[in-house]
């Protein structure tokens, strides 16, 4: 069973930073791209950054790129989401979420989502 579990939500001012991670479990990490997405309220859920975890390739949407930071950890299993010079408009429920195919982050491709964690950017 595939199972992702998202933590290292929270509240922090803007300016701020917070590293998300996503355990994976349930599949072959290695063969996988995992994304990072976020759904803000009242808005449509976005893709935000993925990773290969067989190459370490990597994609980030404009509003992120330069503040933003993907890793993983293939021995754990686990993808980080280092997030910098946070602002109020990146507060969100961030989720993970599997296959991110070509690195594309489209939502409509994703099989598989954990259940999110909660990041609020305050001003």
């Known amino acids: 069973e595939v199972q992702l579990v998202e933590s290292g939500g929270g509240l922090v001012q803007a300016g701020g930073s917070l590293r998300l991670s996503c355990a994976a479990s349930?599949?072959?990490?290695?063969?996988?791209?995992i994304g990072w997405f976020r759904r803000a309220p009242g808005k449509e859920r976005e893709g935000v950054s993925c990773i290969s975890n067989s190459d370490g390739t990597t994609s980030y949407s404009d509003s992120v790129k330069g503040r933003f930071a993907i890793s993983s950890d293939n021995a754990k299993n686990t993808v980080y989401l280092q997030m910098n010079s946070l602002k109020p408009e990146d507060t969100a429920v961030y989720s993970c979420g599997i296959p991110c195919t070509q690195l594309a982050m489209l939502v409509n491709e994703i099989d598989y989502w954990g259940q999110g964690t909660q990041v609020t950017v305050s001003s």
């Open positions: 349930g599949f072959t990490f290695d063969d996988y791209a």
